[in-house]
């Protein structure tokens, strides 16, 4: 086993959701054994932007479903799609 990093998009459900406070909300919802590397925005149309968030998480079981589920708990957010997984040297 070992550790690997994820990019999750979220998705918000307007382009009026605050993002800033959706960063804040998205940085205190990460679970436990997930550490949170970076997020950045991502431009998609008409004023929506998308967040992709860099997680590094443990390989084993699971892998990125605890950090998708506490995502998708998050209000604001409409989707959350795993974008890519890369294993760390």
């Known amino acids: 086993m070992g550790e690997v990093v994820a990019t999750i998009k979220l998705m918000p459900e307007s382009p009026e959701v605050d993002l800033a406070q959706l ?10 054994g997930t550490e ?3 997020i ?5 149309a ?6 992709n968030v860099m997680v590094v998480v443990d390989d084993g079981e699971g892998g990125t479903e605890n950090a ?12 959350v ?9």
């Open 23 to 32: 960063k804040e909300t998205v940085e205190q919802s990460i679970p436990e």
């Open 36 to 38: 949170l590397h970076k």
């Open 40 to 44: 950045e925005e991502e431009p998609i």
């Open 46 to 51: 008409f004023g929506l932007v998308a967040l």
């Open 68 to 79: 998708e589920e506490a995502f998708n708990q998050i209000d604001d957010v409409a989707s």
């Open 81 to 89: 799609e795993v974008l890519d997984v890369r294993r760390l040297m």
